[in-house]
């Protein structure tokens, strides 16, 4: 864990990074590796639960799938979601809070690639995030699609929900919907929902959003079932989430 003080956002927060076992393996010593952003759910103040293994295994799970072959050993970087418990920006810059859209977006990755051998091209990095943070992974996918190729929502929403104050401007060009609506993104989405009745906005959202993609964005729908929104039925559902990212990045490249 480390105190990040981003360049271009002047803000400070905490960021988790782990790296697989291969990372400091001589014979991948000259290896590039796949990134995942993990976003956490919550209100994310000063905490990632994708770091804590008692929560997610998403580590132990990456060491047990990349060994049988079906995951690649991902460098995993899991940024604090939030400047203060009682400050949601959604990932955005919302004029008179901190910049948190610029420094998830921009610092953190230029942060992991200037300090571990990271791929290069955009086809080596990817996001996934949980309710609060799985808004956060499209949308900063959305806005950076020249920097992310693959994007996994659990329990997502896709329009800003904050009660901090938005102009109709903002709202508009911070909702993820929108954005991907528009601008039509190269970009592989696995969109994840809860199937039990209290998970019925969920499956709502989630279709919704399906209606407003057109090529190249391809989205790869889920309901699980009996879903809810905790995170033990997220935690069933890591090993798929790391097969999906898998499945549509690179893996460790030489050079």
Known sequence: MTRLKGLKSGWTGKVWVWLP?????????RTGFPVVILHTGGNGSGYNYWSNPKVLPAQEDDVRLAGAGKA???IMVMPALQPSSHQDTECSDIPGHPK???WMGEDVPAFIRANFRTLKSRDGWGTAGASSGAFCAVKLAAEHPGDFKAVVSWGGYFQPDTDLHWSAKGRRANSPDLMLERTRPDLRL???????PQSRDEVHRMNALVKLLQPPTVATTYIQPNGEHFTKDLKKLVPMILEFLSANMRGPTNG
């Open 190 to 196: 696995l969109l994840i929902a809860g199937g039990s």
């Open 72 to 74: 690649h050993p991902f």
């Open 21 to 29: 076992p291969q990372y400091n393996d001589p014979q991948y010593a």
């Open 100 to 102: 948190m859209g610029t």
